[in-house]
């Protein structure tokens, strides 16, 4: 059974598209996060969501939008598709609580900007 | 200046050696510390989790944290091949609930047979 999972797994797209990237969670838990590494490997956070409301929203350009349907759900929309935009998208989500910290994460998105 | 440095590698060590990973950070507040473990066109596990100063250790591998230091390291013993992959400190503070994680850039790790 597949904790996090996202689709599509890869993404190759022209630059100027728009395009979406699907992330669903199994665990119950209540927070989720779209993260996004770039080829050297640096893992950044660009928003989180808790219950379905947005309480994470680091600097990002407004062309990427997230949505949350339920907090089962965290979608990420990307307007206008830009050549820097390409990297892996990471989903993850979070229980409540407690002290541990346990962020587990889907297997990316790979977008190839061309 | 980020908030959190890690050796950049890539670390190439041969089977049963000892690897050590660190990470410096800046922020103070930083309060838990963790080890995140990426294979090669995967998600990152969490592998080591530690809540201030002091040592963890889960069978081979031991966390440390030394916040007097801003200093956090990870030593895995007898290393085997399977632990080729890279390993991510990740950090956070206390407060805020969205327990925002702020990670190193990662160490690239392979150990050879």
């Known amino acids: 059974d597949t904790a996090v999972s996202q689709t599509p797994k890869y993404l190759v797209t022209q630059m100027g598209n728009d395009k979406s990237i699907k992330c669903e969670q199994n665990l119950g838990h209540d927070t989720m996060y779209w993260y996004k590494q770039d080829s050297k490997k640096f893992l950044k956070i660009m928003f989180s969501?808790?219950?379905?409301?947005?309480?994470i929203n680091e600097t990002v350009p407004n062309r990427f939008s997230p949505k949350s349907p339920d907090k089962a759900h965290l979608n990420l929309h990307i307007n206008s598709l830009e050549l820097g935009d390409s990297a892996v998208y990471f989903c993850a989500s979070r229980s409540r609580g407690g002290h541990t910290d346990t962020q587990y994460f889907g297997p990316g998105t790979r977008l190839t900007v061309l | 200046q980020k908030e959190v440095e890690q050796d950049p590698g890539p670390l190439s060590v041969p089977e049963g050696a000892i690897v050590s990973l660190n990470c410096t950070y800046s922020?103070?507040?930083?309060?838990?510390f963790m080890w995140y473990r990426q294979y090669s066109r995967k998600g990152p596990e969490l592998l080591m989790y530690?809540?201030?100063?002091g040592n963890k250790e889960d069978g081979r591998f031991t966390a440390q944290v030394d916040k007097s230091s801003k200093y956090i390291s990870l030593f895995i013993r007898d290393s085997q091949p399977s632990d080729s992959a890279t390993y991510l400190c990740?950090?956070?503070?206390?407060?805020?609930?969205?327990?925002?994680?702020?990670f190193g850039s990662g160490t690239q790790l392979t150990v050879l047979p």
């Open positions: 990740a950090m956070t503070q206390t407060s805020g609930s969205a327990r925002q994680l702020t």
């Open positions: 922020n103070s507040a930083f309060q838990y």
């Open positions: 969501y808790n219950n379905k409301e947005l309480i």
């Open positions: 530690t809540y201030s100063s």
